[in-house]
């Protein structure tokens, strides 16, 4: 067990802000998990589990105690005629999963490739792009309840999940922290390759997983900055959801505006070009900025607290509300 004072979170946020912590515990197993969660000083204390911290914003030094996990491992526990069961640790890297998977011909990840961040996180937040969410390789996630020091075996369909949401992501009395999470890939791969920008990138390729891979990770190379060049927590906002009646009637005004149908009759709109139809994209307060190849991407451009970051994120909010009527929710969490 690794135990910290006054430590430096600057490299477990990708955003890079500066923030430090009152103390900064990481574990390497269940059994330290647990002898951390039976501390009484830590029981009086406020908390705060964290991944790789690619979906983090701090905005000011945080007073009470980060904790990470160091439980790496991939393992094979299951395996069918046309299917295999991963089991792996939460603080494993989501893209060394994805490749060790393709490596071995197993598809259901592909899609995901090249998004930052550790695998208990992804599971928690629900990680999606190109047609494809981690909600549909999951079979189980074992975590502890932070309050009975019990764990907890969670089914796919227990984890409740949807559009970026989880039952660990709930406002509920009963928190929980990922240590393990087990997938379900297939032997012969089903590929999603209908987005547009991933279709694009194929033209002249045969599908394979390799293929995709690659192109994933050329498209988003493309569109994102690498946090490690320029600091991003990737997308900032949540693609709005609104009612067929509200669309409608920005639809009117709006003509150009790209929409995307859902069954219950609502429309999901891109946030990113609403941020940029307020003509924000490229633009820089201080030392925050929007990035100029996509405007749903807030960065770090050189220096900047996360309560610069915020405030650029609010004034965004504003002015999308003032012209479309629409309230965006960011997709990063604010840590106070």
């Not at 929980?176 to 279709?199: A, E, F, M």
């Not at 139809?277 to 030392?287: Q, S």
């Amino acid at each position: 067990m690794r135990i910290e004072q006054n430590y430096s979170l600057e490299h477990h946020n990708t955003f890079h802000i500066p923030a430090r912590t009152r103390w900064f515990m990481e574990y390497d197993s269940e059994e330290e998990l647990n002898r951390i969660l039976r501390d009484e000083y830590f029981q009086e204390c406020p908390a705060l589990h964290i991944g790789g911290g690619s979906n983090l914003l701090f905005v000011n030094d945080y007073s009470g105690i980060i904790i990470h996990s160091a439980i790496k491992g991939i393992s094979l526990t299951e395996e069918t005629p046309g299917s295999v069961l991963l089991r792996v640790g939460a603080a494993e890297c989501w893209d060394d999963v994805v490749a060790y998977a393709v490596s071995k011909g197993w598809g259901g990840v592909e899609n995901l490739s090249h998004i930052p961040g550790e695998t208990g996180a992804a599971a928690v937040q629900n990680i999606g792009a190109y047609g494809a969410e981690i909600a549909d390789v999951i079979e189980t996630v074992e975590a502890y309840n932070r309050l009975t020091f019990e764990k907890h075996v969670f089914t796919n369909e227990a984890c409740r999940y949807g559009y970026r949401r989880s039952f660990f992501k709930e406002n509920h009395h009963d928190p929980y922290i990922v240590t393990h999470v087990s997938l379900r890939l297939q032997k012969t791969p089903v590929y999603r390759c209908d987005y547009g920008n991933l279709r694009n990138a194929l033209v002249g390729f045969e599908i394979s997983l390799r293929t995709v891979r690659d192109a994933v990770i050329r498209v988003r190379r493309e569109r994102l900055p690498e946090p490690e060049e320029l600091g991003n927590a990737g997308s900032f906002f949540v693609n709005p959801v609104i009612s067929g009646a509200q669309f409608e009637a920005l639809n009117e005004r709006f003509p150009e505006m790209p929409s995307y149908p859902l069954p219950d009759s609502c429309v999901k709109v891109p946030a990113g070009w609403l941020v940029e139809k307020c003509g924000f994209r490229g633009k820089r307060k201080g030392n925050a900025g929007v990035y100029e190849k996509q405007a749903l991407v807030l960065v770090n451009c050189g220096g900047a607290t996360g309560g610069e970051i915020a405030t650029l994120a609010e004034d965004i909010n504003l002015a999308v509300s003032d012209t479309f009527g629409i309230t965006l929710v960011p997709e990063v969490r604010y840590v106070y």
